[in-house]
């Protein structure tokens, strides 16, 4: 099992998060620290697609960065946003604060 981060208790409902979308696979929710007017992690919601960081991507999680890549593209289509950042940061010296894989979206447009 591995260590519970605050994501995973995002996901369990234990904590409330401003969800801005769901799907069967991701998660997406307005960072509670943004840097941007519309800054938001996305998380990927099966715990067969849990890994702590991008160091740590193996076989088996390997697809996981591009899912969440492609589920940010499709949001940033489908609510009309034409610029934006994608970030993964990777460990405490990459300034990753939680090990739960996540992207941050950042954009000046807001939703």
Same mark, same amino acid.
């Given at each position: 099992?591995? %260590?519970e981060t605050i994501f995973h208790k995002i996901l369990a409902g234990e904590i409330p998060a401003? /969800? /801005?979308y769901? !799907? %069967?696979d991701v998660f997406i @929710? *307005? !960072?509670i620290n943004p840097k941007a007017p519309t800054h938001l992690l996305l998380i990927a919601k099966k715990e067969a697609d849990f890994v702590p960081s991008i160091a740590d991507l193996n076989d088996a999680t390997n697809h996981v960065p591009a899912m969440l890549i492609s589920k940010a593209q499709a949001f940033a289509k489908d609510q009309g946003i034409d610029g934006y950042k994608l970030t993964f940061h /990777?460990? *405490?010296g990459g300034g990753q604060? /939680? @090990?739960y #894989?996540? #992207?941050h979206f950042l954009s000046q447009q807001t939703i």
């Open positions: 099992m591995p %260590e401003d /969800v /801005v769901e !799907d %069967e @929710f *307005k !960072d /990777v460990g *405490k604060e /939680v @090990f #894989l996540h #992207l």
